[in-house]
């Protein structure tokens, strides 16, 4: 029965992605009509012999479903955020556009205009994208009435296992419930009401089947023992086993899964941090001159709503210290009183968040359109202008003021390894909600195990939390 549901699933979504495929490259044609040689009716596409292309055509939607099936996006797969699924779609497109390129050179065809391969190619990334962010969304909604959830057993109650229940409450449309902990060395407290701990890690056989655990966690590697017979036990019982990798916040990298034989191996990534970002800094400069030519006019509005609100410039420049220690100046759209700065000893005991940082929900110095800049951070548009000039990237480790960084404390040096960034994970984590200790690891994290692809996934995370204005002041 649930194999047959998950065919049918699949069976749905191909079904659903033919006719999105079809109907963009109908819609592409009618845009481009006047270069088309034969006579564009919907049904014609495919099926009028004076169609010169329809071979071609069909075999572009053939190598797209089957270039979507090898990148497993027949499936709702919930802890793949929603940024990596668009570009797996991307990259699809990309695939099929090639092959189906090859085959129109290899068929000698003449005439079909590049303007309706490219128009049909990018229509073909947005409608895939959408249509899908659609189903997460309707897939969330059902996981949160309780479709299709399943229970969850964490091993080990420490820092890891801690840390691995507050990502999971965060993300309500993973339908995981976590029913408890094994814990060999940690008891119930009564302080901890979000920590239940079950019994002991030989307490899994019997609690297991009691709680109707799905799926087990392990997050402590200390006895090697012990994790052979759980591996045993939950096989027996037929749940699946994750395991959270010794070390995962430590490394310098991405982890790489590979065999020898039949050994497999997990590979902690040694490549240099600076090495692989080779490329980062020419993505920000064009990324920044693109966003200045863009958002111009959203600069001249802004400035001058900032003028008819208060007194004082328009933008406010904020001593930091960039990458290697170098200080810089942070621009930003003014959205405090004018000499706000001299203000801030007055108000250092009404800090609302741990740490060097001060954040005030109902700061006083900030003035009217300020807090509405502040909410949809508008006032860090002109930071485009410090990614330019190489001072900042797009995404990095938040830039601290000069007097809120500890030289003493090591973590908060090492944030100062890599150009600091206008987004990050504390962006789309929380913004001004975390603590100062979680974005320090957050950022260490981030300095660890950048990538190309985890950069673009912060970007496109960034757009839907800065719309909902939530944690912002």
């Not at 229970?151 to 507050?166: D, R």
Request: aromatic share 12%.
């Amino acid at each position: 029965m649930k194999h047959a549901r998950h065919y049918m699933i699949k069976a749905l979504y191909i079904m659903i992605d033919v006719i999105c495929l079809y109907c963009v490259m109908y819609a592409a044609c009618l845009l481009r009509q006047q270069l088309i040689s034969f006579p564009i009716t919907f049904t014609g596409l495919i099926l009028d012999p004076q169609n010169p292309f329809r071979h071609i055509i069909a075999l572009w939607i053939l190598t797209t479903i089957f270039s979507l099936n090898g990148n497993s996006l027949y499936q709702t797969r919930r802890e793949v955020l929603e940024g990596i699924e668009i570009w797996l779609v991307v990259k699809s497109v990309i695939v099929s556009s090639i092959v189906t390129t090859l085959g129109i050179y290899a068929l000698k065809l003449q005439g079909f205009p590049r303007t309706v391969f490219f128009a049909a190619a990018v229509g073909m990334v947005v409608v895939l994208s959408l249509w899908r962010v659609l189903k997460r969304i309707f897939v969330e909604y059902l996981v949160a009435q309780g479709y299709n959830n399943f229970n969850v057993v964490i091993i080990g109650a420490g820092k890891v296992g801690v840390a691995l229940l507050n990502e999971i409450h965060k993300q309500p449309g993973l339908g995981i419930r976590v029913v408890g902990f094994l814990d060999d060395f940690r008891v119930n407290n009564p302080k901890d009401k979000d920590i239940k701990i079950l019994g002991k890690i030989s307490d899994f056989t019997s609690i297991a089947p009691r709680e109707f655990v799905n799926k087990i966690f392990i997050t402590i590697h200390h006895d090697g023992e012990a994790f052979l017979n759980l591996l045993e036990q939950a096989r027996d019982l037929g749940i699946a086993v994750r395991v959270v990798p010794q070390g995962f916040d430590l490394t310098t990298g991405e982890f790489v899964k590979y065999n020898i034989g039949f050994i497999p191996i997990l590979e902690y990534s040694d490549v240099q941090i600076f090495r692989k970002q080779a490329g980062k800094r020419l993505f920000d400069f064009f990324l920044s001159v693109m966003g200045l030519i863009v958002l111009f006019p959203v600069f001249v509005v802004i400035a001058v709503l900032v003028k008819l609100d208060s007194s004082g410039p328009v933008y406010y420049a904020s001593r930091r210290y960039g990458r290697g220690g170098q200080v810089f100046h942070m621009y930003k759209f003014r959205s405090m009183v004018r000499d706000a700065d001299k203000a801030l000893h007055k108000l250092r005991d009404k800090n609302e968040v741990d740490g060097p940082i001060f954040k005030m929900k109902k700061d006083p110095r900030i003035t009217k359109f300020g807090r509405f800049l502040r909410r949809y951070s508008l006032d860090e548009l002109p930071q485009i202008i410090n990614v330019l000039k190489g001072e900042m990237s797009f995404v990095g480790p938040r830039p601290l003021p000069i007097d809120q960084v500890e030289r003493d404390d090591l973590l908060q040096l090492k944030r100062l390894e890599v150009r600091p960034g206008i987004t990050g994970l504390w962006q789309i984590r929380g913004r001004s909600d975390i603590s100062f200790l979680r974005l320090v690891k957050w950022d260490i994290w981030y300095i660890n195990n950048w990538s190309f692809w985890l950069d673009l996934n912060i970007l496109l995370q960034t757009v839907p939390v800065v719309l909902k204005g939530r944690g912002a002041y």
